[in-house]
């Protein structure tokens, strides 16, 4: 309940043939949240979420699953709030590189990390949000995505090269535009209403 201490959690890895048990470096500090764990593009490497308990600091960890080792790849904090969790979006380019959301400039927009380099590279950019994140074509190296591009009150869906290139507006109508696309991306229903425009729905 609100104000009891939270409970203490751990991770393992199980290795099914061996029948091991591998506990997982997570550091020192109990009072903390795991959100999310993710397989990487990594051989036998974990992902781990970490968030202090106010929810303004979001560490990174990739995990060895042979022996449990963590190494801190990525830290981030927010003055105030770490909002629109960054780690729902984080999308696995290769072993090196992962797409992630981020408030850094003041807008939530989506950047490339490559954890090899240590470098953050910005894929969207401007004075306005991106809502949705919808995937990443890894054949294509295209990004999908929602934005507040045209205004505050629309939702506009777009692509983008993983290189912040060749940025092509999908949706045609103004307003509210909320896009499910095929595996592939190769198709989307689009599901657009406005404020004289009843919920219409379209393939493309």
Do not use: C
């Amino acid at each position: 309940k609100a104000g009891d201490d939270n409970s203490i959690v751990t991770i393992h890895i199980f290795d099914l043939e061996s029948g091991k048990t591998i506990d997982a470096e997570i550091g020192e500090e109990t009072d903390v949240y795991f959100p999310r764990i993710f397989w990487t593009k990594k051989a036998n490497t974990l992902a781990i979420i970490r968030l202090n308990r106010l929810q303004n600091h979001m560490d990174i960890l990739f995990t060895n699953g042979d022996n449990g080792s963590s190494e801190l790849v990525y830290q981030e904090d927010n003055k105030y709030y770490i909002d629109q969790p960054p780690y729902e979006q984080l999308t696995f380019i290769d072993e090196s590189r992962f797409l992630i959301m981020s408030e850094k400039d003041g807008y939530n927009h989506i950047y490339q990390y490559n954890v090899e380099d240590k470098e953050m590279t910005q894929i969207t950019r401007g004075e306005f949000d991106v809502i949705s994140y919808y995937g990443y074509d890894s054949k294509t190296k295209n990004i999908y995505y929602a934005s507040t591009e045209e205004g505050a009150i629309y939702r506009t869906v777009y692509r983008v090269k993983e290189n912040g290139k060749k940025k092509e507006k999908l949706s045609t109508n103004n307003g509210n535009n909320h896009a499910v696309f095929s595996n592939g991306f190769k198709y989307y229903i689009n599901y657009f209403s406005n404020s004289e425009t009843p919920t219409l729905v379209t393939l493309h």
